[in-house]
């Protein structure tokens, strides 16, 4: 969500405490929104959330906030928290001695392997963080600075409809 759906700029009104459902809400850009639509739009994509936000909020409220920006999507699912991570599953070496600092992509990788049946073979991952493990290949570095590009729009696009 940070760095794909909002950028450095997006600020919640002053008289919105942090925390709040409201405050939340303000941190999704409506412009970045449409751009996520645009590629459920071309490619039929659904939304896995792996953002730090899955663990404040349930899918079903996410997309509900995502909706009053304007999107037009479904999410299916959040990818599981790090103390989650099945070692065995996902082929991690190292083991949840080091759970702190996880890659997002072991998160990924999981949730992947359990739900095999809720996507098609293509996948695309946008994020901000560098952490994807063996999943490079479906990965688009967003920038926190700006957010979803048209750039990276294009790219998703190209690679959910190969």
């Not at 459902?21 to 590629?39: A, H, Y």
């Not at 939304?47 to 899918?59: D, K, L, M």
């Not at 190292?94 to 293509?122: A, C, H, M, V």
């Amino acid at each position: 969500m940070d760095g794909v759906i909002n950028n450095s700029n997006t600020r919640a009104p002053k008289d919105v405490k942090f925390g709040e459902k409201e405050w939340w809400i303000s941190q999704i850009e409506t412009e970045l929104v449409s751009r996520l639509n645009e590629v459920i739009e071309k490619t039929e994509a659904k939304v896995v959330i792996s953002s730090s936000w899955r663990e404040y909020w349930h899918p079903l409220e996410i997309q509900e906030m995502l909706k009053e920006r304007g999107f037009k999507g479904k999410v299916i699912g959040r990818t599981p928290r790090r103390i989650e991570i099945d070692h065995e599953l996902v082929g991690d070496k190292i083991g949840p001695k080091l759970s702190r600092i996880y890659p997002r992509g072991l998160e990924i990788k999981q949730w992947l392997i359990q739900n095999r049946k809720n996507y098609k073979d293509k996948i695309v991952i946008f994020d901000d963080c560098e952490d994807m493990v063996d999943l490079s290949d479906q990965y688009i570095k967003t920038s926190y600075k700006t957010g979803l590009t048209e750039s990276d729009v294009n790219k998703a696009i190209t690679i959910l409809n190969e």
